[in-house]
Nanobody, 114 residues
Framework: QAQFVESGGGLVQPGGSLKLSCAAS????????MGWFRQAPGKERERIGY???????DYLDSVKGRFIISRDNAKNTLDLQMNSLKPEDTAVYFC????????WGQGTQVIVSS
């Protein structure tokens, strides 16, 4: 059983919005610094943002002001609200613990295209 299951991806036009969700099992996300990662075609996986145990959130400059990371501790989910999407945001998106990395899930694909 996957510890992280990402969902919410899809096809969206530039300027549109999507909300991704990461459902965790076997781990309590509030006990770990959690990050969102993405891997674009032909590119290495990169961390686009994270939320610390204490709730501090930071992002790559390329998504800052457009993406919002949040936790829902009751649901044990990590969410990513993506606004003003650009074609360069096209990638498979993953979640994982930042330091105690678990096996990667399948991710959810986001395609931003006209």
């Amino acid at each position: 059983q996957a510890q992280f299951v990402e969902s919410g991806g899809g096809l969206v036009q530039p300027g549109g919005s999507l909300k991704l969700s990461c459902a965790a099992s076997g781990v309590r996300i509030s006990d770990y610094a959690m990050g969102w990662f993405r891997q674009a075609p032909g590119k290495e996986r990169e961390r686009i943002g994270y939320i610390s145990i204490g709730g501090h959130i930071d992002y790559l400059d390329s998504v800052k002001g457009r993406f919002i990371i949040s936790r829902d501790n009751a649901k044990n989910t990590l969410d990513l609200q993506m606004n003003s999407l650009k074609p360069e945001d096209t990638a498979v998106y993953f979640c994982n613990a930042v330091y105690w990395t678990r096996p990667w899930g399948q991710g959810t694909q986001v395609i931003v295209s006209s």
